[in-house]
């Protein structure tokens, strides 16, 4: 007996630097609308670009603040596309691909509502993306499948070859255990509304099957449910009375029912993800294929919610894997040869839907649900972003694949085991534009991550056409059969009779006497000469046989040349059919590259025409600007001219009067110190005169006259002539009264942190006044006036404080500044405390409150000369 071969999926070699990428392909299919009257927020501008529209309350909520936004796809499907459309442009290709050993990933992604789960499996008559890949997987390889048990699972994600004597057995153990009870979970026929999902005349196949290679279909279908992996395909006693599940997703214990254990994720030998202990079932046609799905559909886990009322609450994965052996040289049998089997597969996932418990008002289980699947598509969304980084940044970021079972499984997908096709579906209406535009943010981000294109299967060592020359050479050999008028076996009657006729005939053997010595003689001369010619027929036999035989074999090495030459020239012919479509796929993308470049060159052109418009606006205002400000600048200088000259006047004028007034003060002071010694002189005199009794009367004594110069009589004579008023005297600095500071104009207050609250009777009170501790441009920006209060510790000991006051301006630099032009100083004084000055005054009064201000000239400088002429 023959070893049984075993095929695991070839590990792919080691992908080099510059190999070939593909975009992840999104598409796009819009849902109708359930009523009429209901508001769409989405429209189709062409095959490729949808746009979307703000609703009018959510414009109102956000005051206008959304804009219409526009998505490109690779291909946008209307709510007129058919599913037949749809499987031809998305779903086709993969089949294709999959009977050419490679792999493929095809999805469904949207809102929950928005038409996922129709789009994958459709309805009756309308069948989705999922039957119409079956049907057309068996309508091309259906002739070419192998028998049953030949390829078998060997539960580590590869294919066993069993020999046909332990196929024959499998099945045999098949037959006998058909007549069996099964349970009712395997006894459930398949769906009468399966029965016409695709109609015939939409029927396909592909016109490119190898047909020197032998297929097998398996199928497996799991859901991914709370992030746990469960089979659909798994047999399971249950009870068909009592639920499976209690609220809160509690399994009922009974004994009847064994709740369906969770599954794990392993990496086989080439490092591929597979779900270990799946169940994968090998049918042979399509309606056995639906039968298989339609059992794992009915043990889907779905639930009615707000927004759907059946809604899937789980991601399913339908698996098919194809797998294929080339038949020996003489076409017959499949070769037993593992390193020759080839196994591919296609991948179609119904992921769910993406909800707001807000709106679905989930509880429960149901809250826990949708906790649980918005997670794994947030996992995804941050896989395609880690992976579009990694490739658009060139860095090297671990993507987490591992968070979630979805990405985890379906990882080798992403780093270039297949094609990878994502269908988005959108349902427009306005209640769920919010999440539409999630879903579009996350299809526009998929669309830039790309995945390294599947490279081709070698091709096998051995010569094309071995089913057809086997086939040939029955149908050739069945033909000259009848031709020479008999089966096989060579017992035709009338071939008989023609041998027999031309053979001698055999003389009368009857024998009437016993003495007759003729008879028995001519007998066997008779049987000798037929004898001799039976051995010249089978020579000329063996002679026509063995030269025929030359013949079939010269005719066999003319027609191998001939199939040589014949599949070198289609070598060829694929070899530049591959090239015109590789040129047809280069010029559809340079086309479309250039219709894109075509509109960004139109979108340039019509923001530089806004640029240049607004670069021409700018360049008027800013020679508007500099005009003005040439005319300021101009005014500033004749402002700065008249002040300089105005500084210069009331600076002389000041120091003519600051020297006028210091000479009247010395002049006051000698008045002062004449009139003490008058006093004196006086006193002495009076003192002289009492001195002794004999003493006569005396001279008065002579008065001295006042010491004087030239230069006080001048200004005393000056004065007399022509006394200047006390109201005319202009001070040092504007007096300003104490309600100017609390005038109309407004005030910055700066009170520094570190002053003391002096609790006086007296306080400086400035009304219509912002006050700051620290001072800053926005508060010197709204007001005219500035003053400070400082603090300081005076010469006896008591605090004294300072108002610095000053004018705001602005500066040529857009600032504030402020120029300091009066200082206020109050002080307090304690009458206990022991004074470090001589004071004027007589007495100690209380605690007085002084201001003291810029000199000012005063009654007691005015009134010197009538102290100087009071003797």
């Given at each position: 007996?023959?070893r049984?071969?075993k095929?695991?999926?070839?590990?792919?070699?080691?992908?080099?630097?510059?190999?070939?990428?593909?975009?992840?392909?999104?598409?796009?299919?819009?849902?109708?609308?359930s009523?009429?009257?209901?508001?769409?927020?989405?429209?189709?501008?062409?095959?490729?670009?949808?746009?979307?529209?703000?609703?009018?309350?959510l414009?109102?909520?956000?005051?206008?603040?959304?804009?219409?936004?526009?998505?490109?796809?690779?291909?946008?499907?209307?709510?007129?596309?058919?599913?037949?459309?749809?499987?031809?442009?998305?779903?086709?290709?993969?089949?294709?691909?999959?009977i050419h050993?490679?792999?493929?990933?095809?999805?469904?992604?949207?809102?929950?509502?928005?038409?996922?789960?129709?789009?994958?499996?459709?309805?009756?008559?309308?069948?989705?993306?999922?039957?119409?890949?079956?049907?057309?997987?068996?309508?091309?390889?259906?002739?070419?499948?192998?028998k049953?048990?030949?390829?078998?699972?060997?539960?580590?994600?590869?294919?066993?070859?069993?020999?046909?004597?332990?196929?024959?057995?499998?099945?045999?153990?098949?037959?006998?255990?058909?007549?069996?009870?099964?349970?009712?979970?395997?006894?459930?026929?398949?769906?009468?509304?399966?029965?016409?999902?695709?109609?015939?005349?939409?029927?396909?196949k592909?016109?490119?099957?190898?047909?020197?290679?032998?297929?097998?279909?398996?199928?497996s279908?799991?859901?991914?449910?709370?992030?746990?992996?469960?089979?659909?395909?798994?047999?399971?006693?249950?009870?068909p009375?009592?639920?499976?599940?209690?609220?809160?997703?509690?399994?009922?214990?009974?004994?009847?029912?064994?709740?369906?254990?969770?599954?794990?994720?392993r990496?086989?030998?080439?490092h591929?993800?597979?779900?270990?202990?799946?169940?994968e079932?090998?049918?042979?046609?399509k309606?056995?294929?639906?039968?298989?799905?339609?059992?794992?559909?009915?043990?889907?886990?779905?639930?009615?919610?707000?927004?759907?009322?059946?809604?899937?609450?789980?991601?399913?994965?339908?698996?098919?894997?194809?797998?294929?052996?080339?038949?020996?040289?003489?076409?017959?049998?499949?070769l037993?040869?593992?390193?020759?089997?080839?196994?591919?597969?296609?991948?179609?996932?119904?992921?769910?839907?993406s909800?707001?418990?807000n709106r679905?008002?989930?509880?429960?289980?149901?809250?826990?649900?949708?906790?649980?699947?918005?997670q794994?598509?947030?996992?995804?969304?941050?896989?395609?972003?880690?992976?579009?980084e990694?490739q658009?940044?060139?860095?090297?970021?671990?993507?987490?694949?591992r968070?979630?079972k979805?990405?985890?499984?379906?990882?080798?997908?992403?780093d270039g085991?297949?094609?990878?096709?994502?269908?988005?579906?959108?349902?427009?209406?306005?209640?769920?534009?919010?999440?539409?535009l999630?879903?579009?943010?996350?299809?526009?981000?998929?669309?830039?991550v790309?995945?390294?294109?599947?490279?081709?299967r070698?091709?096998?060592?051995?010569?094309?056409?071995?089913?057809?020359?086997?086939?040939?050479?029955?149908?050739?050999?069945?033909?000259?059969?009848?031709?020479?008028g008999?089966?096989?076996?060579?017992?035709?009657?009338?071939?008989?009779?023609q041998?027999?006729?031309?053979l001698?005939?055999?003389?009368?053997?009857?024998?009437?006497?016993?003495?007759?010595?003729?008879?028995?003689?001519?007998?066997?001369?008779v049987?000798?000469?037929?004898?001799?010619?039976?051995?010249?027929?089978?020579?000329q036999?063996?002679?026509?046989?063995?030269?025929?035989?030359?013949?079939?074999?010269q005719?066999?090495?003319?027609?191998?040349?001939?199939e040589?030459?014949?599949?070198?020239?289609?070598?060829?012919?694929?070899?530049k059919?591959?090239?015109?479509?590789?040129?047809?796929?280069?010029?559809?993308?340079?086309?479309?590259?250039?219709?894109?470049?075509?509109?960004?060159?139109?979108?340039?052109?019509?923001?530089?025409?806004?640029y240049?418009?607004?670069?021409?606006?700018?360049?008027?205002?800013?020679?508007?600007?500099?005009q003005?400000?040439?005319?300021?600048?101009?005014?500033?200088?004749?402002?700065?001219?008249?002040?300089?000259?105005?500084?210069?006047?009331?600076?002389?004028?000041?120091?003519?009067?600051?020297?006028?007034?210091?000479?009247?003060?010395?002049?006051?002071?000698?008045?002062?110190?004449?009139?003490?010694?008058?006093k004196?002189k006086?006193?002495?005199?009076?003192?002289?005169?009492?001195?002794?009794?004999?003493?006569?009367?005396?001279?008065?004594?002579?008065?001295?006259?006042?010491p004087?110069?030239?230069?006080?009589?001048?200004?005393?004579?000056?004065?007399?002539?022509?006394?200047?008023?006390?109201?005319?005297?202009?001070?040092?600095?504007?007096?300003?009264?104490?309600?100017?500071?609390?005038?109309?104009?407004?005030?910055?207050?700066?009170?520094?942190?570190?002053?003391?609250d002096l609790?006086?009777?007296?306080?400086?009170?400035?009304?219509?006044?912002?006050?700051?501790?620290?001072?800053?441009?926005?508060?010197l920006?709204?007001c005219?006036?500035?003053?400070?209060?400082?603090?300081?510790l005076?010469?006896?000991?008591e605090?004294?404080?300072k108002?610095?006051?000053?004018?705001?301006?602005?500066?040529?630099?857009?600032?504030?500044?402020?120029?300091?032009?009066?200082?206020?100083?109050?002080?307090?004084?304690?009458?206990?405390?022991?004074?470090?000055?001589?004071r004027?005054?007589?007495?100690?009064?209380?605690?007085?409150?002084?201001?003291?201000?810029?000199?000012?000239?005063?009654?007691?400088?005015?009134?010197?000369?009538?102290?100087?002429?009071?003797?």
């Open positions: 007996m023959q049984a071969g095929g695991k999926t070839p590990r792919r070699p080691k992908k080099p630097s510059n190999i070939e990428k593909d975009p992840v392909g999104v598409y796009c299919r819009i849902r109708p609308l009523g009429e009257d209901e508001e769409c927020c989405v429209e189709m501008i062409s095959s490729s670009t949808i746009q979307l529209h703000a609703p009018d309350g414009k109102a909520n956000r005051n206008g603040e959304y804009k219409e936004m526009q998505y490109s796809f690779k291909k946008v499907f209307g709510i007129k596309t058919t599913q037949t459309e749809l499987f031809e442009d998305v779903a086709k290709p993969l089949i294709e691909d999959l050993c490679k792999n493929g990933l095809l999805f469904t992604y949207g809102v929950t509502g928005s038409g996922k789960t129709y789009t994958m499996t459709g309805s009756p008559g309308e069948g989705g993306l999922l039957p119409r890949s079956l049907d057309m997987l068996f309508n091309s390889i259906g002739p070419f499948q192998a049953r048990y030949v390829f078998k699972p060997d539960d580590k994600n590869g294919i066993e070859i069993q020999n046909q004597v332990d196929a024959l057995l499998e099945r045999q153990k098949r037959d006998s255990q058909a007549s069996v009870p099964k349970t009712p979970s395997s006894r459930q026929k398949a769906d009468p509304e399966f029965a016409d999902m695709i109609n015939p005349d939409e029927a396909c592909s016109e490119s099957v190898d047909e020197d290679c032998c297929y097998s279909v398996f199928v279908y799991i859901e991914i449910y709370n992030n746990y992996v469960y089979d659909l395909l798994e047999d399971a006693p249950f009870d009375i009592r639920p499976k599940w209690l609220d809160g997703n509690t399994p009922v214990r009974n004994k009847d029912f064994i709740p369906p254990q969770s599954k794990i994720l990496e086989d030998q080439n591929n993800m597979y779900v270990a202990g799946c169940t079932l090998e049918v042979k046609s309606e056995e294929a639906f039968e298989v799905f339609w059992k794992g559909q009915k043990k889907r886990r779905i639930a009615n919610t707000q927004l759907n009322r059946e809604s899937s609450r789980s991601h399913s994965v339908f698996t098919v894997k194809l797998a294929q052996a080339p038949l020996d040289a003489d076409g017959d049998y499949i037993q040869d593992k390193s020759q089997v080839n196994v591919s597969q296609l991948c179609l996932v119904d992921l769910a839907g909800e707001r418990t679905t008002r989930a509880e429960g289980s149901r809250l826990r649900e949708a906790g649980n699947i918005n794994s598509l947030m996992t995804l969304r941050t896989c395609m972003e880690v992976l579009r990694n658009m940044f060139g860095t090297n970021r671990m993507v987490p694949y968070d979630s979805v990405t985890h499984l379906f990882k080798n997908y992403f085991e297949g094609k990878v096709r994502m269908i988005v579906c959108v349902n427009p209406k306005a209640e769920d534009y919010e999440e539409t999630l879903v579009m943010r996350f299809a526009e981000m998929t669309q830039e790309e995945v390294a294109r599947p490279v081709d070698p091709i096998y060592g051995l010569v094309p056409g071995r089913r057809q020359r086997n086939q040939a050479f029955k149908d050739e050999l069945s033909r000259r059969l009848e031709e020479r008999g089966p096989v076996n060579g017992e035709d009657p009338v071939l008989l009779n041998l027999i006729e031309s001698p005939p055999l003389p009368p053997c009857e024998l009437s006497d016993p003495s007759d010595d003729q008879t028995l003689p001519r007998m066997i001369e049987l000798e000469r037929r004898h001799r010619i039976r051995q010249m027929i089978t020579e036999f063996n002679q026509t046989a063995n030269a025929m035989k030359s013949m079939l074999q005719f066999d090495s003319q027609i191998h040349s001939k040589t030459v014949l599949f070198d020239q289609r070598s060829k012919l694929g070899e059919d591959k090239v015109i479509i590789n040129q047809k796929t280069e010029i559809e993308r340079l086309e479309k590259k250039s219709k894109t470049l075509e509109y960004k060159i139109d979108i340039l052109q019509k923001t530089t025409e806004m240049e418009q607004d670069k021409r606006s700018l360049q008027q205002e800013l020679e508007s600007r500099e003005r400000l040439q005319k300021e600048l101009a005014e500033r200088r004749r402002m700065e001219q008249r002040m300089q000259g105005m500084v210069t006047d009331t600076k002389m004028k000041w120091e003519k009067e600051c020297e006028r007034r210091v000479n009247a003060k010395q002049l006051e002071m000698q008045n002062k110190l004449w009139v003490k010694d008058e004196l006086q006193l002495k005199a009076i003192v002289t005169e009492n001195g002794g009794p004999g003493s006569g009367p005396t001279e008065p004594p002579v008065k001295p006259d006042r004087s110069r030239e230069r006080d009589r001048h200004v005393a004579q000056k004065r007399s002539a022509s006394p200047t008023p006390l109201s005319t005297v202009p001070p040092v600095r504007p007096m300003h009264r104490r309600s100017r500071s609390a005038g109309g104009e407004k005030w910055v207050d700066h009170k520094p942190p570190t002053n003391l609790d006086t009777v007296l306080q400086p009170i400035l009304p219509n006044a912002i006050k700051v501790s620290t001072p800053n441009e926005k508060a920006s709204k005219h006036k500035y003053v400070l209060r400082h603090q300081e005076a010469s006896d000991g605090i004294e404080t108002l610095i006051k000053g004018n705001v301006f602005k500066t040529r630099g857009g600032g504030q500044a402020v120029q300091f032009t009066d200082i206020e100083t109050l002080k307090q004084e304690c009458p206990t405390a022991p004074s470090r000055k001589r004027s005054g007589s007495g100690e009064g209380p605690t007085d409150f002084n201001e003291n201000r810029a000199p000012v000239a005063n009654a007691s400088s005015a009134q010197g000369y009538q102290k100087r002429r009071r003797p």
